[in-house]
């Protein structure tokens, strides 16, 4: 009796963590915020980097123009894999924090570059940038809202992220269109990457905990492959053994690591190949940047939709008919060779992407238990954005070889096929995993 008062006295007196969205309202904000500032600094190369490596150094192979997206996405791919597991023992926050600091020179590398690998070694910043602050603000508000609204969560984080990506797509290509492509457009950069330095040493706050609590809670067995309880699957598995489940073993999870790939492959090809194959068909800079904000613009702006859409009608057919779409998108801007169709089909494929991206991280955190969902959404990430470098590199050398029309088109086909892989063989992930979340619990309860 004695042991049950002094229980009940220390969970009077220790401050509580909450799960949810509206407990934690201002943190998620400022993390919605801080990624804003993400987004931008990989959307001010959207537009003017392919067309300084073609018109300022003069790179006529585009498998050499688009290379800056190979060191990018390689090096994403594999921080992202060890950020999250990092996260899981020195927190989110001092990785969010790292994040930052090593993408503080990419703007002035930009800048000042006079050979065409300084742009490949500030890519390689960039992407260690990019992996570790876009993973930690995407693990943190899951940490924050619990499995609840992961959905709403996740599109509102992507919403910010891509939204951010476009505008700055826009603006540097109007930039530049007024001022020239260095070094003007860049010096945005400079303040973006202040900014967010500065808001996440000082104002972002550690969220392992909740993830830690979430863990507590968490008293089913983890789902497997085939929708059924599997006690093989890892609580407190190696990364060995949560890379082989997230990237071939469980049927779910492969599906999601292939959509994303192929999603992140069309992505790098639009990327690099776009801005050039418009520039080719007579298209200023400014109304290339038009173009490449529409895409992330819609992509960004409609995730406030489909991300809660997802938590009601399910993962699988939004992931599924999202790349179709995509698709569709992609392969209208290689058919008709107008301004008006290429918007449309910026347009389209933003809606396909809008439709998949936080459908994918949902239906990642459905399947993975909370103690190891950090890593597993590494282990997705490191395939997810391993496509920047592939299709970037088979857009590259298709366009050499058979022209830039082609690569478009092959990448289409590629997008279309993914999309109807997860219409025949991933099963839905979010049935079954509804689970009763208590108001409070001590914060002395989630301390590992």
């Not at 921080?79 to 924090?97: D, Q």
């Not at 570059?113 to 890519?123: L, P, V, Y």
């Not at 599906?255 to 192929?262: E, I």
Request: aromatic residues 10%; hydrophobic residues 50%; proline residues 4%.
């Amino acid at each position: 009796m004695q042991s049950l008062n002094s229980a009940t006295d220390a969970l009077s007196t220790s401050s509580e963590i909450r799960l949810g969205l509206r407990e934690n309202i201002g943190q998620f904000s400022l993390l919605v915020l801080i990624n804003m500032f993400v987004g931008m600094m990989v959307g001010l190369e959207r537009t003017v980097v392919p067309l300084i490596g073609e018109k300022e150094f003069g790179l006529v192979s585009k498998t050499a123009i688009v290379s800056f997206i190979v060191s990018f996405g390689v090096t994403k791919a594999v921080c992202n894999l060890f950020a999250a597991r990092l996260s899981e023992t020195v927190g989110r926050r001092k990785v969010l924090v790292i994040g930052w600091l090593i993408g503080f020179p990419v703007p002035f590398i930009i800048i000042f570059a006079n050979r065409w690998a300084w742009f490949d070694f500030a890519n390689v910043l960039l992407g260690v940038n990019q992996a570790l602050c876009w993973s930690m603000t995407v693990i943190m508000k899951v940490d924050l809202v619990g499995p609840r609204r992961r959905g709403l969560a996740l599109g509102l984080n992507e919403f910010a992220g891509y939204v951010a990506v476009g505008f700055t797509a826009w603006i540097t290509g109007y930039i530049a269109s007024v001022y020239g492509l260095r070094p003007q457009p860049f010096y945005l950069g400079i303040g973006v990457a202040f900014a967010g330095l500065l808001l996440s040493w000082f104002f972002a706050k550690e969220t392992l905990q909740y993830a830690t609590l979430e863990a507590k809670l968490h008293h089913a067995p983890v789902a497997s492959a085939t929708g059924r309880h599997d006690s093989a699957s890892p609580r407190h598995g190696s990364l060995g053994e949560i890379f082989a489940l997230a990237s071939w073993k469980d049927r779910n999870l492969f599906s999601c690591s292939q959509a994303g790939l192929v999603n992140n492959l069309n992505d790098g090809m639009s990327w690099g190949i776009y801005p050039l194959f418009f520039s080719s068909l007579g298209l200023g800079v400014a109304a290339i940047g038009t173009i490449k904000a529409v895409y992330p613009a819609a992509w960004g702006a409609l995730q406030v939709l489909t991300g809660p859409l997802s938590d009601r009608w399910g993962r699988k057919w939004l992931i599924a008919g999202g790349m179709i779409v995509q698709a569709g998108g992609i392969s209208l801007t290689a058919m008709i060779p107008r301004y008006s169709a290429w918007i449309v089909a910026a347009l389209l494929q933003g809606i396909g992407t809008a439709m998949v991206y936080p459908t994918l991280l949902a239906a990642i955190s459905d399947v993975a238990h909370p103690e190891w969902r950090a890593t597993t959404m590494g282990v997705y990430r490191f395939w997810r954005d391993l496509g920047y470098a592939i299709g970037a590199l088979i857009s590259g050398v298709i366009a050499d070889l058979l022209g830039m029309r082609t690569a478009i088109q092959v990448v289409a086909v590629l997008t279309f096929l993914s999309g109807l892989h997860v219409a025949f063989r991933m099963r839905e992930t979010l049935v079954g995993h509804k689970m009763r979340e208590p108001a409070s619990v001590p914060s002395s309860a989630a301390r590992p």
